[in-house]
């Protein structure tokens, strides 16, 4: 039987990178987006392309309602979830914290970390032995910011994503004993369009040469590391946090 995972945000970047591996592995792939549908028809395109099945899902993570019904649709079509790739994250343009307004920070914790342990509590609660389920895997898409702070960028997405680290070590911890691993991969300069929404299109290309591998990352070569992850080759992994930075 195919394996069913939600991918949050998975319209674009790390997130279709993901999708589409894991269609040619043959699994089941929720695609959520929140604004972009036919970008997310386009993911779900390449799912099916590459091998696998895939459901587009829109819906805001940092939204209660949005995320239970992302996960009810799931297992009311295929009757399982096996697994979460807690992926959808945004950032600002870069600022000191002096000059951030109030309404930046709020959204920034309500989907970077709000929206994670939304997701992750749907994933724990349908997935746990003790309730029922089979167990699973969730993986966490933190950043090396968390171990960098960002520093006159976004120390708010840095500190968002310290959260996802915490978050990664204390639920593995408490999942275990369900039969659910929790993991988290850390990228560093990953060519997406997240540069872009912060405002420098080309800070994946001018800061990834800086970096020991001299160029930046890409989307496929982070979901490796997810995709690893969450396939029983990663068996005996639970609470790690995995940098796919390039050395930075
Ligand atoms: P991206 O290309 O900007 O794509 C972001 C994705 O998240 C899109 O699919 C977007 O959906 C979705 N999204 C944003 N807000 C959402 C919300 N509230 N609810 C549901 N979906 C939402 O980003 P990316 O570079 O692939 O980043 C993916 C993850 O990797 C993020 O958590 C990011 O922090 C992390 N990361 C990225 C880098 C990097 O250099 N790229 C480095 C470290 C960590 P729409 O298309 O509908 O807008």
Known sequence: MSKVVLITGAS?????????????????????????????????????????????????????????????????????????VNNAGIVAPSS?????????????????????????????????????????AIVNVSSAASRLGSPGEYVD????????????????KELGPQGVRVNAVRPGLIDTEIHASGGRPDRAAVLGAQTPLGRPGSADEVAEAIVWLLSDAASYVTGALIDVSGGR
Request: hydrophobic content about 45%.
């Open 96 to 136: 000191t914290l002096a000059e951030m307004s109030a309404e930046r920070l709020k959204r920034m914790f309500d989907v970077n970390v709000y929206g994670a342990f939304l997701c992750a509590r749907e994933a724990a609660r349908r997935m746990s032995k003790d309730r029922g389920g089979e167990g699973g």
């Open 157 to 172: 997405y840095a500190a968002s994503k310290g959260a996802i680290d915490t978050l990664t070590i204390g639920l593995a």
């Open 12 to 84: 674009r970047g790390i997130g279709r990178a993901t999708a589409r591996l894991l269609g040619a592995r043959g699994w089941t792939v929720g695609v959520n987006y929140q604004h972009n549908e036919p970008a997310a028809a386009e993911t779900a395109a390449q799912v099916g392309r590459a091998g696998g099945h895939a459901r587009v899902l829109h819906g805001d993570v940092a939204s209660e309602a949005d995320v239970i019904a992302m996960f009810d649709a799931l297992e009311h079509a295929y009757g399982r979830v096996d697994a979460l």
